[in-house]
């Protein structure tokens, strides 16, 4: 399917261990899963335990932190090329595979960060157990009152007081924040506000869960649904107070550490999608060529609409997953800030196509597809919250049109030199 | 805003007050609403005291049984315009307002039967409580095994045995069901499944909800919502038995039954539909032009895409609400039969235009908009609902589309005529 | 078809006599229109006699300068809304029916001015022969230099130099200007460039056709097509001189000229598109109902997604029917002004629909569609061009968002009430 | 723009060689070209000189019939995916450069049909000159009557008659047919209507184009362009007779034929379209950031919805060229067989993506994009077509689907296997 990039033999056999055990082990699970994740309170206070299963499995199967790419030692080696054609398939069994191989965000991300800007004290507290796939994590960012979208409107504060930081702040959708083994925090906010340049007023600072002070309000719900138990939760920090060796890379370097982090895990998620999409995609065939469904006399792959919607689903899929890899490529080839058009791209793109994927496999399904007998509806929410997560729509639309943009004076230059070019071939009696 | 459609200075007196409710007694209401349906299994067996007190004071206003057109001697007499207008109010609040009306489905249909085509017995045993707000019911049609778009597909039998029915079948998506005042079913079957006429295999029996042999399964959700109390049920009928005057109108009119009533019941919806546009526009643009929200230094209303946002929804709400007062006004100047296609085109546009209304609000929110603390993401799952509820969109477009193309043979008659005619002035030295 | 929007006995009757007309004289003589046209420099110097011959019948008809409307003596006394019915059924002939009934732009618009704003010379040396249809005028305010969508950047100077005016300018896309017939012209231009309130700099003056000084330059083409023999022309005005008696209303009142003159003419061609529109579908019906036209076994029709087009485009045609009779609805009951957010929404709507429809047609009949052999390709590029002509879509939408965007403080004092409702229910142990 | 796919050195030569070709002499002599091609009669029957003058200077540079590929030993030996690169450049300027480049249809496919299937004799009459850019030829399928998209309908009948063939047909649409030099026909037609395979009824011969009994009866608009010299033309063919060599690999055979034609032609047609994308995004990021073109105070590009587009046109562009070297690369490491879903999706995609990427364009320029002074429109008839031309959308679409349904069964079989492996995992106390 993916044959135009080539992926080293490793890889190849990568791909087929990890299609097998998606399908032998993570889907069938899925329900299960679920229904151990139990109701009323106690989705946010135990752990399924046929996780655990899973992730032992994982671990020995080989399949297990795939996601540090070659930079970092501590990782299996792989480029982002290769680790997207495995996110693909982990992504058709989003809720179940990626956390199984220890491969789920926030934790991906997070474990990033104190691979790369790490203090020897805080990789061995935090990266190790995290790789271990003992506790979890969140990223604290996004903020109740104001347009998280722009980042710098963050306001949490992060006061040197002493040897320690205070932190002072009202966050919400922090996901992974409502998991019992969630363990630490990146908090991001303001160690210098009144820093004249905006880029260098935010530090990202490590702050365990049991720190005095944090307050987990409640779940935020996605539609209609909590995710526990991870979950989205509104977190309140009031006097949250840390010491100074818990800055990550230094104060004032918040933007820098974002930037790092959020370039590949953007083609994570796209790449998951991109999974989730060819699920949506398999569940719909399976429907409509079901010869015991029929209407007006004929099953329904036989209504010309739905074919075409098929056909349809098809072009998106394989046009997103080409726009995904590519841009892999080129962060293997460059990096992520070499990356940045590419990576804004499959980031509008993709999450637009699940939704249209998603909405017509839903309406192959009649009432069924918004219910929790099919994975579409579930997909939907993920795929219209992706939209706006690491960033909305539109910061990336403008951020990519103004790199185009640019472009202006060379296109008028080149369009000179054509007029020119004509005059001058007019001046020799229409000869070149 | 709806000035084209003349309607009566009572209906505008109604509409005055209906919309003080609703802003006044529905939208307070609502969250209180919420927190009061509970959680865990207390969902489905209590109701929220506060919707009592909304229909006490909606009796009280003379905001009662609104929908029962002036057809009917025991309603108040509106026309279809006129209470689709109503319908545009309520539907800005759809969680609590109509059925604080007494106005809500399925119960709305489940009346006109009775009122309709009802015996004195049943009328006087369910039409009373249902008018009076002091039961509910539910319309069991959809199956879980076929493809119920097609309702000739439908297998529940219904089997005459004696001076009974017995009925067996497996049903799904039956609203209303969940909820404990409910005492009622309307159920389809196949009484007479060999018919050679295909539309006159269908039967529907009244079966009280006590009845032995009924088995309410679960809930179905919609996206993550459950909707109780009401719910929308997966329900067995195991040789489920009523007397043989439980029947609606005579064996074999099922079908007859259903089109009488579907048709207002889509305009219903549709103009509900409209209002939760409206809500949500009105929600978005409260957002973006919040001063405390900026982006990159102007509020959201100062972004272009914003902006052109805003016009395209005001654009589509606007076409939407045009067709679906012209087909309600059709209803009134011929019946449900003759607005046939206008009831399709309101049906196939509206929830379309409402998917693409709500997504927009939801994107200018950002996380917010898929929330519990905004109505959108809930809206969501409504609006997708409705293209599939009643017919999806590909029953609606076929049926449409056999009416225009019925028109090809006086299409290629006039075009012959034309052609004759410019041969004939061609030889008159083209004088006409 | 249109029947919700009452228009009176007499319109019903001109309606009638106008379908005749039209079926019977104008759309057969469009291709001997076409023809006597002609080819090479003729198409510009010479007019299709047949023309001449509708025009008298329309005359006799009474068919004629019905697009004054009630609020001018020297018109037939029709409402917005009566002409916008007829503007319909002009439009599925849109390249002969208006002119024959003297009812064509920019006639229209120019003759508007001068019946609501000519002097009595003014009006006896211009105004009577273009109502007699003894001339042609064009409407110059289009400029090659700038962005003429935003009007105010309007160059052309308009200079007082004792009791004449000195015009200079580049205009171009001023359509009728190739016209042999065109003896006027309204040109709008800067007399006062420096005046502090940007929308009294401009005036409008009258320039006789064969004035010193005007250049017609060369048509401008739409697509491949030159609209002979009107054309949109490229014109240069160069120390055009006239007295100053030709001044429309007064200097620096040209924007109020635009303004009324303006709102009207986009309902006349929102109407007509819908008559295009309607033409469009039916050249569809009759392609794809054709039994001589099989694909794969079948008629065009029984492939799904054609008939899926043919249901999609009537909903959109009538939806838009809808938006531009209310709002020409809007005009009769308010003015051009209370009505422009109505006319700014089916100016946005109606060309937008219109390309979509007749995109769906052409695709149905293969390449014949895009050719001379049928209306569509010359439509498309009409409706394409409609999305520019008299303010882009963007202009509008920009209007029409602002009054949108208006109405968040009112929003905003709404929920705020509704928040302090609740806060008394719940006060009142969550009673009402 | 393209590095994920690598080309040779070789190739990356003639890539830089040609883009100055294209900036150095096609882009400039475009204007040039069309003002020789001159006005009325005398478009059918000159040759721009131009044209000769930028043949010669192409071939004098080695950019000369590029487009065999490697299988062919008389062609410069680009894998498809390496020609592809270079349609690309071409794709700017398609008016001039690819004739210039002797790589235009239908001459292509036509010299393919000749070098994979001709005879010595075949070969060495016609694929020689028209290698040499000494005469050029067309490709008669597309018929009046029928509905040639299924080209099981084609009637033209080809009756051998002794040692000849007799051909009568009505075709149109035959593409370079009006062009002095255009020497020689390949006819497709039945010689054996009553073969009960549908598929084996068709044979392709070749007709000299001065051979009696040929009529070209006129030139086919598309949008109002002519497209002279080469047009698009309607040939009626009465009786026409050629030797019974003249047949192309044999009787029946006129389906292997084109099928082995169209695929590559299909993507050249693509990159083509991707480079005329291409260059209207740049004609377009020059209007809009020229800084004397201002509306309400900003240039063009300040308006937010217009950056919007201009994001978006660039995602849409990258996608559909990644499809398109994606089903390029597909050819070369299979064949055009194989490749043909990758064909199919590029084909239904990429036109699609022209037309919008065309009117976002025309919009940002008002009434000037649609006008001869920008090549948008022009662009955009050609877009248009492509939607038709060499199968319309609706047939690749139905085959795409037809692929992805036969997936059904292995879909349902892995569920099958899900659903088992889950009852095993339940079985063993929910332990993997």
Not at 67 to 83: A, H, I, Q
Not at 115 to 133: C, H, I, R, S
Request: charge should be positive.
């Amino acid at each position: 399917m993916t044959s135009i990039f080539e992926v080293s033999p490793r890889c190849q056999e990568l791909q087929k261990k990890l299609i097998d055990f998606v399908n032998n082990d993570c889907l069938p699970a899925e329900e299960i899963y679920e229904s151990q994740v139990g109701t009323g309170d106690k989705r946010w206070t135990s752990v399924p335990p046929i996780m655990e299963e899973l992730k032992a499995k994982a671990k020995s199967l080989g399949l297990w932190n795939l996601f540090l790419n070659k930079s970092y030692p501590e990782g299996p080696g792989l480029t982002n090329l290769e680790y997207a054609t495995l996110c693909e398939i982990t992504g058709r069994c989003p809720r179940v595979a990626p956390e199984a191989l220890n491969c789920s965000a926030p934790d991906t991300g997070n474990m990033e960060v104190f691979a790369k800007y790490g203090t020897p004290e805080q990789k061995a507290k935090w990266l190790v157990p995290l790789m271990n796939g003992k506790i979890r994590s969140a990223f604290a960012m996004t903020e109740v009152a104001v347009s998280s979208s722009d980042a710098t409107n963050i306001e949490t504060s992060i006061e040197r007081v002493g040897d320690h930081y205070i932190i002072n702040g009202h966050k919400w959708w922090i996901s992974g924040a409502g998991d019992p083994r969630c363990k630490v925090y990146l908090v991001m906010g303001k160690s210098d506000p009144k820093n004249e340049h905006k880029y260098r007023q935010q530090s990202i600072v490590v702050v365990p869960a049991d720190t005095p002070g944090i307050e987990v309000v409640r779940p935020m719900q996605v539609f209609g649904y909590d995710d526990a138990p991870e979950g989205h939760c509104e977190v309140k920090f009031t006097n949250v107070r840390v010491p100074v060796a818990n800055i990550i890379l230094g104060e004032g370097r918040g933007f820098e550490v974002i930037q790092g982090r959020l370039g590949p895990g953007r083609i994570h998620h796209c790449m998951r999608a991109i999974g989730m999409a060819e699920r949506s995609l398999d569940v719909m065939i399976a429907r409509v060529t079901d010869p015991s469904r029929r209407t007006f006399g004929r099953i329904l792959a036989r209504h010309g609409t739905v074919a075409a919607d098929v056909a349809k689903m098809r072009i998106e899929i394989n046009a997103s997953r080409l726009m995904v890899l590519s841009a892999a490529d080129k962060i293997d080839k460059t990096d992520a800030k070499g990356a940045l058009r590419d990576i804004a791209m499959a980031k509008i793109m993709v999450p637009q196509m699940l939704q249209r994927v998603i909405d017509l496999a839903i309406q192959a399904h009649g009432a069924a597809g918004v219910s929790q007998d099919f994975p579409l509806a579930r997909f939907y929410a993920g795929a219209r919250t992706l939209r706006i997560a690491d960033g909305p729509d539109e910061v990336h639309t403008m951020q990519l049109a103004r790199f185009e943009l640019m472009r202006g004076d060379d296109i008028r230059a080149r369009d000179s030199a054509i007029k020119a070019r004509r005059a001058q071939i007019l001046d020799n009696g229409s000869k070149l």
